[in-house]
């Protein structure tokens, strides 16, 4: 669905759940919302997935952390809502990820092995691994300083695509969305909030959605939203930055590593594209979410934190193609940051608004469900229980790959094996279009493997309205380093001819 007809679809229309922000959050309201038969609406000032969402470790763990601070009841649900993700919702971006700690010791060998007991050792098998095992699964580690180490798993995912899908999953059930569409002001009625009124921030048009309840799950900008709601309203959530760096690797990683450090932290290094993620910084965020970036200070704190347990050479400054920052949401509270639980707190304003707080990209899911079960009782409606079902491209990717290769040969096996990844069943719309247009098979950048009939699906199917929506969120080239102002540039032609 174009731009233009998503707003036509919106505009002047009354829905019974208004929800605003399309992340994590955001899309598991409108998820759970509109499979119950609630007439639903998302709007987001930037993109989809564009700000927290899209800029987390990619990960759905279990709360190893959390198994040590004896919260069973976190780790079970979490451990729950990883295997709903990676075996029903969404195979193709979600996946068990091998992970080492490079220490050993009685403790963490009875703690990986309770943490893979929850899971029932689906992942794989949990305990200690050789000093050459552990270097044979991820070779950038420090022979110098590795004895040995413990295996656990958890799952990885492209944390984007997620959210992606899940909002795209609710369009299927009647749902409707808009990015870069600003809430400028919310209207109420009664004492009651009863709608929005809209900022097109692409084409600059205004409109008016009615609701019969508003979901506030703006993430890092939540209190601003409450503050159109009531301008004496508190704070209620505190911003903790969390950054990450992207290097080059030499050779493939099989396994992630988990660096423990001072005060409870850990430094992650983890395979994701080929290429090697490290993070996340943990600090206080007390400025405004839209200034957030990544700084030298940064950068200079993730390499020394890596360099407790990865070698030198793996770590040098040339290196590093990219970089991201994003804002963990938490409620108020009186714990430090890096010992906060990611719990979630909803609560309903004077006028009748639903405000989602906190919360974790792992549990996405049942965090929309809840939210939407408090929404729909503002309007006198319950929420039925229905079983999971499989998101859009839902699909074994290694059979799509081979799909995919055979419809495909002008494409090399990585790319279908990446585009298999990426959208899962949906790759062949994805190319059907290059079988009459062989130019869609040219690569969106030079060494990536990002194709151009990805500009014009994200377009015409996925919603997307700029060249940052379709290379840092669509596609896999920002992250890359791959989104030079000429590869921009062509992207915002291909926009405009999609």
Same mark, same amino acid.
């Given at each position: 669905?174009?731009?233009?007809?998503?707003?036509?679809?919106?505009?002047?229309?009354?829905?019974?759940?208004?929800?605003?922000?399309?992340?994590?959050?955001?899309?598991?309201?409108?998820?759970?919302?509109?499979?119950?038969?609630?007439?639903?609406?998302?709007?987001?000032?930037?993109?989809?997935?564009?700000?927290?969402?899209?800029?987390?470790?990619?990960?759905?763990?279990?709360?190893?952390?959390?198994?040590?601070?004896?919260?069973?009841?976190?780790?079970?649900?979490?451990?729950?809502?990883?295997?709903?993700?990676?075996?029903?919702?969404?195979?193709?971006?979600?996946?068990?990820?091998?992970?080492?700690?490079?220490?050993?010791?009685?403790?963490?060998?009875?703690?990986?092995?309770?943490?893979?007991?929850?899971?029932?050792?689906?992942?794989?098998?949990?305990?200690?691994?050789?000093?050459?095992?552990?270097?044979?699964?991820?070779?950038?580690?420090?022979?110098?300083?590795?004895?040995?180490?413990?295996?656990?798993?958890?799952?990885?995912?492209?944390?984007?695509?997620?959210?992606?899908?899940?909002?795209?999953?609710?369009?299927?059930?009647?749902?409707?969305?808009?990015?870069?569409?600003?809430?400028?002001?919310?209207?109420?009625?009664?004492?009651?909030?009863?709608?929005?009124?809209?900022?097109?921030?692409?084409?600059?048009?205004?409109?008016?959605?009615?609701?019969?309840?508003?979901?506030?799950?703006?993430?890092?900008?939540?209190?601003?939203?409450?503050?159109?709601?009531?301008?004496?309203?508190?704070?209620?959530?505190?911003?903790?930055?969390?950054?990450?760096?992207?290097?080059?690797?030499?050779?493939?990683?099989?396994?992630?590593?988990?660096?423990?450090?001072?005060?409870?932290?850990? %430094?992650? =290094? @983890?395979?994701?594209? #080929?290429?090697? $993620?490290?993070?996340?910084?943990? +600090? /206080?965020?007390? *400025?405004?979410? &839209?200034?957030?970036?990544?700084?030298?200070?940064?950068?200079?704190?993730?390499?020394?934190?890596?360099?407790?347990?990865?070698?030198?050479?793996?770590?040098?400054?040339?290196?590093?193609?990219?970089?991201?920052?994003?804002?963990?949401?938490?409620?108020?509270?009186?714990?430090?940051?890096?010992?906060?639980?990611?719990?979630?707190?909803?609560?309903?304003?004077?006028?009748?608004?639903?405000?989602?707080?906190?919360?974790?990209?792992?549990?996405?899911?049942?965090?929309?469900?809840?939210?939407? %079960?408090? =929404? @729909?009782?503002?309007? #006198?409606?319950? $929420?039925?229980?229905?079983?999971? +079902? /499989?998101?859009? *491209?839902?699909? &074994?990717?290694?059979?799509?790959?081979?799909?995919?290769?055979?419809?495909?040969?002008?494409?090399?096996?990585?790319?279908?094996?990446?585009?298999?990844?990426?959208?899962?069943?949906?790759?062949?719309?994805?190319?059907?279009?290059?079988?009459?247009?062989?130019?869609?098979?040219?690569?969106?950048?030079?060494?990536?493997?990002?194709?151009?009939?990805?500009?014009?699906?994200?377009?015409?199917?996925?919603?997307?309205?700029?060249?940052?929506?379709?290379?840092?969120?669509?596609?896999?080239?920002?992250?890359?380093? @791959?989104?030079?102002?000429?590869?921009?540039?062509?992207?915002?032609?291909?926009?405009?001819?999609?």
């Amino acid at each position: 669905m174009r731009r233009s007809e998503r707003i036509d679809r919106i505009a002047g229309r009354r829905f019974d759940i208004l929800v605003i922000g399309a992340g994590a959050i955001g899309a598991g309201t409108a998820l759970a919302a509109a499979r119950s038969g609630a007439t639903v609406c998302v709007l987001d000032r930037g993109d989809v997935a564009g700000a927290t969402s899209s800029a987390s470790s990619k990960l759905l763990h279990g709360g190893l952390r959390y198994l040590a601070m004896g919260d069973l009841r976190l780790v079970r649900e979490a451990h729950r809502e990883r295997a709903v993700n990676a075996r029903i919702l969404a195979p193709h971006l979600v996946r068990p990820q091998a992970f080492l700690i490079p220490r050993r010791s009685v403790r963490l060998r009875l703690g990986v092995t309770a943490y893979g007991a929850l899971s029932g050792f689906r992942d794989g098998h949990s305990g200690p691994v050789t000093a050459q095992e552990a270097l044979l699964a991820f070779p950038p580690l420090r022979p110098d300083a590795l004895e040995g180490a413990v295996r656990y798993h958890d799952h990885q995912t492209d944390d984007a695509r997620l959210v992606l899908a899940g909002l795209r999953t609710a369009e299927r059930h009647g749902a409707l969305w808009l990015s870069h569409a600003e809430v400028a002001a919310l209207r109420s009625a009664g004492g009651r909030v009863v709608g929005a009124d809209v900022v097109d921030r692409v084409g600059g048009a205004t409109f008016a959605v009615a609701a019969g309840v508003v979901v506030n799950a703006a993430g890092p900008w939540l209190d601003r939203v409450r503050r159109l709601e009531d301008p004496a309203a508190g704070t209620s959530v505190r911003l903790s930055k969390g950054a990450h760096l992207l290097l080059t690797v030499d050779e493939p990683l099989s396994a992630a590593v988990t660096t423990p450090l001072s005060a409870g932290r850990v %430094a992650f =290094a @983890l395979p994701w594209y #080929g290429m090697l $993620l490290l993070g996340t910084t943990d +600090e /206080p965020y007390g *400025g405004n979410p &839209d200034d957030l970036g990544v700084l030298p200070g940064d950068r200079e704190q993730i390499l020394a934190e890596a360099a407790v347990a990865l070698s030198p050479d793996a770590l040098g400054a040339d290196r590093i193609r990219s970089a991201f920052a994003g804002l963990r949401v938490l409620p108020v509270g009186s714990s430090s940051t890096d010992r906060a639980r990611r719990e979630t707190v909803i609560t309903v304003g004077a006028g009748g608004m639903v405000s989602v707080a906190g919360g974790k990209l792992t549990t996405w899911r049942a965090i929309g469900i809840e939210a939407a %079960a408090q =929404a @729909l009782a503002q309007i #006198g409606r319950s $929420l039925p229980a229905v079983p999971p +079902e /499989p998101l859009v *491209g839902a699909a &074994d990717p290694v059979t799509v790959a081979r799909e995919v290769a055979a419809k495909h040969p002008a494409l090399a096996a990585p790319v279908c094996e990446h585009l298999a990844r990426l959208y899962g069943a949906e790759a062949h719309l994805v190319l059907d279009p290059a079988l009459r247009d062989p130019g869609l098979y040219e690569p969106i950048a030079a060494g990536g493997p990002d194709v151009t009939a990805q500009v014009r699906f994200a377009v015409e199917v996925e919603g997307a309205a700029t060249a940052d929506d379709v290379l840092r969120r669509r596609t896999t080239v920002a992250i890359r380093g @791959l989104a030079s102002a000429a590869v921009a540039a062509r992207a915002t032609a291909e926009l405009g001819r999609a």
